[in-house]
């Protein structure tokens, strides 16, 4: 099945720097990409999804690029800022396949 | 509001309790799914349910039990459970199931139910 790995496990960045967080998968027949936002003690939320006929797609201060090539993708998250401080999920989804496979997750702080 | 609800959003049960999770979703999804979330581990897929058809049972022990009247509800019936089963449940669903190029992928996920098991 899917493997999703995820890094880094935590993640501290001054208010303003940008935030990179990586994931890689297994299943090369995996073509959907969602990333989720979750604060704490909140759902998780999403905020970014990229599919595998694009390399990549931003939304504001986020953007996901993806290499299916290297089955790799990563978040960016430019000019951070204290509400971005969350546990961020990337995860990786089959064609036909009917779940999501998550990664272990990413604690971002954003520090002042 | 994301339109998916749980309750309770907290149950303290014993391993001889039976309990039951309910999750509604108001969205006129045709997709739902129960997650257990544990410190420091993955969100970990435990059940799949389409059209109030169970999909996928990501090998989840017995003392687990869903149930799905309707596509709007989906229940966890827990029974004999252990302590090592204390955990974060999860509630989502999906206009469709996830895969292939429909837009229809996003997972909207319920406020989950924190449970400890004594």
């Known amino acids: 099945g899917e493997n999703v790995e995820q890094h880094p496990s935590t993640l501290s960045v001054q208010e303003g720097d940008s935030a990179v967080i990586k994931c890689t998968y297994s299943?090369?027949?995996?073509?959907?990409f969602p990333w989720y936002k979750q604060e704490l003690g909140k759902r998780p939320q999403l905020i970014i999804d990229i599919r595998s006929n694009v390399g990549e797609k931003k939304d504001q201060r986020i953007a996901v690029t993806l290499n299916k090539t290297a089955k790799h993708f990563s978040l960016h998250i430019t000019e951070t800022q204290p509400e971005d401080s969350a546990v961020y999920f990337c995860a990786a989804s089959a064609g036909t396949a009917s779940k999501l496979t998550f990664g272990t997750g990413t604690r971002l702080q954003v520090t002042l | 509001e994301t339109g998916v609800t749980q309750t309770p959003r907290h149950l303290v049960m014993g391993m001889t309790n039976k309990k039951s999770l309910k999750c509604e979703q108001h969205l006129g999804h045709n997709a739902m799914y129960w997650y257990k979330q544990s410190a420091k581990k993955p969100l970990e897929l435990m059940f799949v349910y389409n059209f109030k058809e169970q999909t996928e049972n990501n090998s989840v022990p017995s003392r687990f039990s869903p149930e799905c009247p309707n596509s709007s509800h989906l229940f966890l019936h827990l029974h004999t459970l252990q302590p090592e089963d204390s955990a974060l449940y999860l509630c989502?669903?999906?206009?469709?199931?996830?895969?292939?190029?429909?837009?229809?992928?996003?997972?909207?996920f319920g406020p989950g139910t924190r449970l400890t098991v004594l």
């Open positions: 989502a669903s999906s206009p469709k199931l996830a895969g292939g190029t429909s837009s229809y992928n996003e997972q909207f």
């Open positions: 299943d090369s027949a995996s073509n959907y």
